[in-house]
C-alpha cells in the first residue's frame, strides 16, 4: 500500500511527504538519545505494534526506489542524505536482498542477530533463517519475486550468532536492483510477542483440563457423596455430610464461574439485565439447596439494570454467605429503584464482618471467617463491573452480640429502546 501511494503522486507531493517523513525520523532519533524518552518510545512501539517505524521507513524508501528506478547501488550511495538516515536509524532490520544474498543491512539488523555487516554480506543469506522454517521462507521469497502472490508479511525463527532462536516478522517489496528482481525488506524481533502467545496456549490448555477435572470427577463425586447421605440414618451426621456437599458444590460453581468470567470478552462484560429475573433465579437457586428463608422487601425490582451477566452468581454467593454465617434469622433481599439506578442489598443478622475481611475483598481472594472468602471476593469483583460499586455495612446491635451484614450494589438503569417502552 506504501509503495502505491509514493508511485502515482506527484513529485512536489512526494518530496513534501519525503520532508515530513525525514523530519519525524530525525526528531525520533533526537527523542532516543535520552534515557527517560528512548524507554518512552520503545515501550510506545512495544504496546502499539512493532511496525509504527515499517511504515516510516522501507515503505517510504520502496516507493521512491520504485518510481525513480533506482539502480545497483544508487539506492544508498546516490540518493540523499536522508534517505540513507531512514534505513541506518530504522529501528527495525532493513535488509536488500537478491540471489540469495544480502546486497546491504543496515546497523539494527546486524545488532538483532549478532553479525556484523560485512559476515551478513558474505554469507548465505538462508542460514540465518531457522533449519524448519527455511524452505517455508525460500517458497515465499521465489513467489515473490516472480510476482505469483505471495503474502508480503510472514513469521519465522530466525537464529543469532550465538545460535539463540529468535521469532521475528518480516515484511518485504519486490524492487528492480541491477537490472533484477530484488527483495528490500525489514523485520522485527516478535520473540516476547510469541512467548506470550505460547504461554497463553499453555495456560488455556491447563484451564481446560482443571474445567474437565471439575466436571468429570469432583462434580460426580460430590453427587455420588450426596446419595449415600440421603440413606443415613443419622440425622446429625447426615446434616452434616450434605452441608459439605453444598459447600464443596458452591466451591466448585465458583470456580467455573471464576473461569467464565476471566475468558469474557470485554464488550460483553456489562450487559442489560432484569433486576427481578436475577433475584428470582438467585433465591430459588438457594431455597432449592438449603432450608433457609429468605424475604423480598422493597420497590418492584422489574427494571432493566446494567451488570455482569454472573450477577445472579454474586446474589447466590451473598445469600449463602448470609445463610451459612448468620444466626438463623431470614436473610432479606431489599431492593430500591430510582430514575439512574437500582439499589439492591442483601441483609442478614449475625456476627459483623471484620474490617480486615473487608479491605480484603477489595484487594484480593483472601480468607474468610471459616471457608475459603472465595465466594464473596468473586462477588464483590462481579458487582464491581463498569458503572457498579458495592458496599459493606457491618455493626453490632445495642447491647453487643449479634450484628446486622449488609452487602449493599448499586447498579445504572439501562435506557428502554422504543420497542421496550412500549410493553
Same mark, same amino acid.
Given at each position: 500500500m506504501m509503495r502505491a501511494s509514493i508511485t502515482y503522486v506527484s513529485r512536489r507531493s512526494e518530496r513534501v511527504f519525503f520532508g515530513i517523513t525525514a523530519g519525524l525520523l530525525l526528531i525520533l532519533r533526537y527523542l532516543l538519545t535520552t534515557e527517560e524518552w528512548g524507554r518512552t518510545v520503545n515501550d510506545l512501539i512495544v504496546a502499539q505494534g512493532e511496525w509504527i517505524s515499517v511504515f516510516i521507513s522501507v515503505g517510504f524508501m520502496v516507493g521512491l526506489i520504485s518510481q525513480r528506478g533506482l539502480r545497483e547501488n544508487e539506492w544508498l550511495e546516490n540518493s540523499p542524505d536522508l534517505i540513507r538516515e531512514m534505513?541506518?536509524?530504522? @529501528?527495525?532490520?532493513?535488509?536488500?536482498?537478491? *540471489?540469495?544474498?544480502?546486497?546491504?543491512? *543496515?546497523?539494527?539488523?546486524?545488532?538483532? @542477530?549478532?553479525?556484523?555487516?560485512?559476515? @551478513?554480506?558474505?554469507?548465505?543469506?538462508?542460514?540465518?533463517?531457522?533449519?524448519?522454517?527455511?524452505?517455508?521462507?525460500?517458497?515465499?521469497?521465489? *513467489?515473490?519475486?516472480?510476482?505469483?502472490?505471495?503474502?508480503?508479511?510472514?513469521?519465522?525463527?530466525?537464529?543469532?550468532?550465538?545460535?539463540?532462536?529468535?521469532?521475528?516478522?518480516?515484511?518485504?517489496?519486490?524492487?528492480?536492483? *541491477?537490472?533484477?528482481?530484488?527483495?528490500?525488506?525489514?523485520?522485527?524481533?516478535?520473540?516476547?510477542?510469541?512467548?506470550?502467545?505460547?504461554?497463553?496456549?499453555?495456560?488455556?490448555?491447563?484451564i481446560d483440563l482443571a474445567k474437565r477435572y471439575i466436571e468429570d470427577v469432583l462434580k460426580n463425586n460430590y453427587q455420588v457423596i450426596d446419595g449415600y447421605a440421603e440413606s443415613m440414618t443419622d440425622d446429625r451426621a447426615r446434616m452434616v455430610v450434605k452441608r459439605m456437599v453444598f459447600e464443596g458444590t458452591e466451591f466448585i460453581e465458583n470456580i467455573e464461574t471464576f473461569f467464565m468470567l476471566r475468558e469474557t470478552p470485554p464488550g460483553e462484560a456489562v450487559q442489560r439485565l432484569c433486576l427481578a429475573t436475577v433475584v428470582d433465579q438467585s433465591v430459588e437457586y438457594v431455597r432449592a439447596r438449603t432450608s433457609a428463608e429468605i424475604l423480598l422487601e422493597g420497590d418492584d425490582p422489574h427494571v432493566l439494570v446494567l451488570a455482569s451477566p454472573y450477577l445472579w452468581r454474586a446474589l447466590v454467593n451473598l445469600l449463602v454467605n448470609g445463610v451459612l454465617h448468620g444466626s438463623g434469622a431470614p436473610v432479606v433481599i431489599r431492593t430500591s429503584v430510582g430514575e439512574e439506578y437500582a439499589l439492591l442489598s442483601v441483609v442478614n443478622r449475625g456476627d459483623p464482618i471484620p474490617v480486615d475481611l473487608i479491605r480484603s475483598l477489595r484487594e484480593d481472594y483472601g480468607t474468610g471467617r471459616g471457608g475459603s472468602g472465595f465466594g464473596l471476593k468473586l462477588a464483590t469483583e462481579i458487582l464491581s463491573s463498569d458503572g457498579c460499586s458495592w458496599w459493606i455495612e457491618s455493626g453490632a446491635l445495642p447491647g453487643g452480640g449479634e450484628g446486622i451484614v449488609s452487602f449493599n450494589a448499586k447498579f445504572p438503569i439501562a435506557k428502554l429502546n422504543d420497542e421496550e417502552a412500549s410493553k
Open positions: 534505513a541506518e536509524i530504522s @529501528l527495525t532490520g532493513v535488509y536488500l536482498f537478491q *540471489n540469495g544474498r544480502f546486497e546491504y543491512v *543496515n546497523p539494527r539488523f546486524s545488532e538483532i @542477530l549478532g553479525y556484523s555487516k560485512s559476515e @551478513l554480506e558474505e554469507m548465505d543469506a538462508w542460514e540465518i533463517i531457522h533449519p524448519e522454517d527455511r524452505e517455508r521462507v525460500k517458497d515465499i521469497t521465489f *513467489n515473490r519475486e516472480t510476482g505469483r502472490g505471495s503474502p508480503a508479511q510472514c513469521e519465522a525463527r530466525m537464529v543469532t550468532s550465538d545460535g539463540e532462536t529468535l521469532w521475528v516478522e518480516i515484511r518485504a517489496s519486490v524492487i528492480q536492483y *541491477n537490472g533484477a528482481p530484488a527483495i528490500l525488506g525489514n523485520f522485527v524481533d516478535i520473540t516476547a510477542r510469541k512467548e506470550r502467545e505460547e504461554s497463553d496456549l499453555r495456560h488455556k490448555s491447563e
